[in-house]
């Protein structure tokens, strides 16, 4: 079992910086493949950034440039910087974590709102 705790999020102007964090606990982090998804209000939810034990990073196109998600084997941490917030960008952000070779992940957050102001 893996327990994930998000931190980080709120409310920013557009073109502002956010940065979340995901604690996680229960399990050796460092083998997990982390990734952020986020949903907005009425969509479906999207993975947004995601990175592997070796710190390989993948991103969606609608973020890529602007977010960057790093992790710290050593507090057991992802993070997700946010920059240049856009008001699209506005949803409940989760944090998620899978094992190498499970294709879905199975770990989740409760969820940290992220909210930008146009």
């Known amino acids: 079992q893996v327990q994930l705790v998000e931190s980080g999020g709120g409310l920013v102007q557009a073109g502002g910086s956010l940065r979340l964090s995901c604690v996680a606990s229960g399990r050796i982090f460092s083998g997990l493949i982390m990734g952020w998804y986020r949903q907005a209000s009425e969509k479906q939810r999207e993975l947004v950034a995601t990175?592997?034990?070796?710190?390989?990073?993948g991103y969606a196109d609608s973020v890529k440039g602007r977010f960057t998600i790093s992790r710290d084997n050593a507090k057991n941490t992802v993070y997700l910087q946010m920059n240049s917030l856009k008001p699209e960008d506005t949803a409940v952000y989760y944090c998620a974590a899978r094992a190498m070779l499970r294709l879905t992940y199975d770990y989740w957050g409760q969820g940290t709102p992220v909210t930008v102001s146009s």
């Open positions: 990175i592997t034990s070796g710190g390989s990073t």
